[in-house]
């Protein structure tokens, strides 16, 4: 997906960045100068290509890697290898499942925009910056514990 932003999406755009790459957010002039630069074939391109293929999946492999990250990273440590196994999996998933809601909250208000050009006012748009921002803060909470875990393991060790 990153390449297809770097090498296809930001022609479309005029070289701006899409929205869901700001990683705090972005203003409704800029919304709106995104969505103006890429005209009503770019946003159809990006919507086909970006949200509804890839942006379909994507949240979902990520999410599930990270489970599967905090798992094995915490297995190394003591305190939690002794939790019963379905406790570490919910306690896994209470880190990672905030972020997946919020990614793909974020998917369809960036889609409406694109799919409804007319829809783009300051409260969409604001909206849509709040979730981009959103999702990358709550990406930060399971990557810091795995972080936290492969430290803590190395020292174990």
Known sequence: MTLMEFFYFRQLSGGLPSLDMRVFGFTPDEGMAWLTALGRRGGEIILVWHYLTFDLLFPALLSVTLVSLILATGRRLRNFR????????????????????????????????????????????????????????????????????????????
Do not use: C, E, H
Not at 103 to 124: E, G, M, T
């Open 82 to 157: 002794v939790l019963p196994g379905q406790m570490q999996s919910i306690f896994a998933l209470i880190l990672v499942l905030p972020y997946t809601i919020a990614n793909y909250a974020q998917n369809i208000a960036v889609a409406r925009l694109l799919s409804d050009f007319l829809s783009a006012n300051p409260d969409s748009l604001g909206l849509a910056s709040a979730l981009i921002v959103t999702k990358f803060a709550l990406l930060a909470i399971p990557v810091i514990v795995i972080a936290v875990f492969w430290l803590a393991g190395q020292k174990q060790n």
